[in-house]
T-cell receptor, first 113, second 114 residues
Framework: GDSVTQMEGPVTLSEEAFLTINCTYT??????LFWYVQYPGEGLQLLLK?????DKGSNKGFEATYRKETTSFHLEKGSVQVSDSAVYFC????????????FGTGTRLTVIP | DGGITQSPKYLFRKEGQNVTLSCEQN?????MYWYRQDPGQGLRLIYY???????QKGDIAEGYSVSREKKESFPLTVTSAQKNPTAFYLC?????????????FGQGTRLTVV
């Protein structure tokens, strides 16, 4: 079945450091891929998405490229800020199967000044 | 503004009580989901529904029940059979048939057993 495997955290970085959070997926169809962000005490918000192979999603300085050959969708940011501290979830949505929404376990990022 | 609303934000339950968490959306979405999130953990699927009057068990449905009598509403009841209900509960919705559209989440309900 479909699944998402996400780099375990927590991740602690200094401000302006480079961020990578790894995400790989398994899917029977042709999924769309997403990164969501959760700030403390809140629900999840969409950060970026990519709907087909080689698409690059980007938002707020974050980027992720849909790599079908490696079944990956790694999240990157060139220079993190304290305000980026949150939990990040990789997810996929697939047309096949009864439940078509799958999430990774989440990666907690803490950015220190 | 369109969105998804969960209430209450905080809920306290005595042991042996049933409680119901509300989830309402005005996005005209077909699919709705309930997730449980424990501290430092990811999301675990409790129930989902892709159409009115139909719903399916997720990975951790025991001790929970749902109904989907209206498209806009997907309430979750935490029954006394749920032995460890203290958690953060998240409701989400999607268009259901279009995998390239994102899920929208409510702000969550934090349930505590006292």
């Amino acid at each position: 079945g479909d699944s998402v495997t996400q780099m375990e955290g927590p991740v602690t970085l200094s401000e302006e450091a480079f961020l990578t959070i790894n995400c790989t997926y398994t899917a029977t169809g042709y999924p769309s891929l997403f990164w969501y962000v959760q700030y403390p005490g809140e629900g999840l918000q969409l950060l970026l998405k990519a709907t087909k192979a080689d698409d690059k999603g980007s938002n707020k300085g974050f980027e992720a490229t849909y790599r079908k050959e490696t079944t990956s969708f790694h999240l990157e940011k060139g220079s993190v800020q304290v305000s980026d501290s949150a939990v990040y979830f990789c997810a996929l949505s697939d047309r096949t199967g009864a439940n078509n929404l799958f999430f990774g376990t989440g990666t907690r990022l803490t950015v220190i000044p | 503004d369109g969105g998804i609303t969960q209430s209450p934000k905080y809920l306290f339950r005595k042991e042996g009580q049933n409680v119901t968490l509300s989830c309402e959306q005005n996005l005209n979405h077909d699919a709705m989901y309930w997730y449980r999130q424990d501290p430092g953990q990811g999301l675990r699927l409790i129930y989902y529904s892709h159409i009115v009057n139909d719903f399916q068990k997720g990975d951790i449905a025991e001790g929970y029940s749902v109904s989907r009598e209206k498209k806009e509403s997907f309430p979750l009841t935490v029954t006394s059979a749920q032995k460890n209900p203290t958690a953060f509960y998240l409701c989400a919705s999607t268009t259901g048939g279009a995998p390239n559209t994102e899920a929208f989440f409510g702000q969550g309900t934090r349930l505590t057993v006292v």
